[in-house]
């Protein structure tokens, strides 16, 4: 008989590890307290899983060998309590699967601020040299999933202090610890130094073999470091000029002068070659560099992924992350062409916010990738019935607005952790809009507005 596993959530990171412990040959249940989305609920029956939803039923959980967690349930769940009692294991999904990645390489990014930046740049620089390389985590897309997808050389992994807290054996061969700031702080007994010890679960594994960069402009990390004996090749980095780290901004230029493995790099880059702004963004650049160069990728090819990573306003512009979701401004997308692009580059499911002036669109060409990725379709315009006559049949929910702030608080309201919030209309804007560039600045103040009604709500 094999293995019982139980995967308890049945978000992004739960079925991904579901896929893949079903792949190893698990004898695999999945159990979610609320109700699964409806894709999920599709993949899952499609690949023959059990499931179940709306609770947890005991009987069927804790029997298993393993369980993999969600990070949104607390170790002080309940059930948690009742699976640590049993002495059965409880992990995350990171770790999940990473206990499966055979001979790749891993890249991990955390801090409280900026890892979804540097993760995606990172990537970015990887894949312009011409690895193979996957982008998931908290990003949005289950690392356990791209697992079980399988192709890749590299592991880029955004990884928050939830998922640090449900590792074992988690060793990436990069680390990259940005910032520490009090955040999350219920779940750690308002307690800021288990928060910081949660961040520094990163470097718990590593040895001398592996790569540790981590900034030298946040102060709990600089002491914690001196509280600690890390044995890692360690990179410290900097915003300041100063010439002692091994990355630093002085003079305009970003500064790298560092050994690793016998490979010594001395390499200077002009501000004016990266596309982020902003002296936080310096060292979330400095992180991206550090680490394709850890990873022998060579300059030419870092300096050609700086310059390509300008996220042009509203054009697939990254606004921000709220509760796991991504927003992301693409509403120079004024086509159908542009959306198709847009939906394939985009990895997770899709909160998709579409509508305005229809210019005859056929909409037939992104069909299939709206069906396979598309959990829910936002019209914004006065007049959508093109929209909602052709996909009305084909996603399972339609909600029609009348400005931004509806728009965002709607797909707000729908969207679970690890979803994509898309704005990428497919029309002309001048129906509710001066122009796409007013259209994308109400888009983005209204996701900031959110952010920051969450955040007091949350004081």
Same mark, same amino acid.
């Given at each position: 008989m094999n293995e019982r596993i139980v995967i308890l959530g049945g978000g992004e990171s739960g079925v991904g590890a579901a896929i893949l412990a079903q792949q190893k040959g698990y004898e695999v249940f999945l159990s979610d307290g609320g109700n699964l989305a409806s894709e999920r609920r599709r993949t899952l029956k499609s690949q023959k899983i059990d499931f179940e939803e709306g609770g947890h039923s005991e009987e069927l959980i804790l029997n298993a060998v393993l369980v993999v967690k969600s990070p949104g349930i607390p170790d002080s769940a309940p059930l948690v309590k009742k699976l640590v009692a049993k002495h059965i294991p409880v992990i995350s999904e990171i770790e999940f699967g990473y206990r499966f990645i055979d001979k790749a390489k891993v890249i991990a990014i955390t801090g409280t601020n900026g890892k979804t930046t540097t993760a995606m740049l990172i990537h970015h620089l990887l894949?312009?040299?011409g690895y193979k390389v996957a982008l998931g985590g908290n990003v949005g897309t289950s690392l356990a999933g791209l697992v079980a997808e399988g192709g890749y050389h590299y592991y880029v992994v955004e990884v928050s202090s939830f998922q640090l807290d449900g590792i074992r054996n988690f060793k990436p061969d990069v680390a990259v610890l940005l910032n520490i700031t009090p955040d999350h702080l219920d779940r750690y007994e308002h307690n800021f130094t288990n928060y910081v010890s949660s961040k520094f679960r990163i470097i718990e594994n590593l040895t001398n073999e592996q790569a540790f960069i981590y900034s030298a402009d946040s102060k709990p990390i600089t002491e914690e470091i001196s509280r600690r004996k890390i044995e890692?090749?360690?990179?410290?980095?900097?915003?300041?000029?100063?010439?002692?780290l091994h990355a630093y901004l002085k003079e305009e230029h970003l500064i790298f002068n560092f050994q690793f493995k016998g490979k010594e790099e001395n390499v200077q880059i002009p501000t004016s070659e990266v596309s982020l702004i902003g002296k936080h963004n310096m060292v979330n650049s400095m992180a991206a560099v550090l680490s394709a160069l850890c990873m022998e990728a060579p300059i030419e090819k870092v300096l050609k992924g700086l310059k390509t990573f300008k996220n042009a306003p509203h054009r697939l512009e990254f606004v921000q992350q709220i509760d796991g979701v991504a927003y992301i401004n693409d509403s120079k997308a004024t086509n159908v062409d542009s959306v198709y692009y847009a939906l394939d580059g985009v990895k997770g499911s899709?909160?998709? +916010? $579409?509508?305005g002036v229809d210019k005859g669109n056929d909409y037939s060409q992104i069909e299939k990738l709206v069906t396979k990725k598309v959990k829910a379709l936002i019209c914004m315009g006065k007049e959508n019935a093109a929209l909602t006559s052709y996909f009305g049949s084909k996603i399972d929910? +339609? $909600?029609e607005v009348n400005s931004a702030k509806k728009a965002v608080d709607q797909a707000h309201e729908w969207a679970e952790e690890g979803d994509v919030v898309l704005l990428s209309p497919a029309c002309a804007s001048f129906d509710l809009f001066n122009n796409y560039e007013d259209r994308g600045d109400k888009f983005k103040s209204a996701v900031n507005k959110l952010s920051k009604t969450l955040k007091v709500n949350e004081a």
């Open positions: 894949k312009t040299a890692a090749s360690m990179f410290a980095m900097s915003a300041s000029n100063n010439n002692k899709i909160i998709w +916010i $579409a509508g929910r +339609i $909600a």
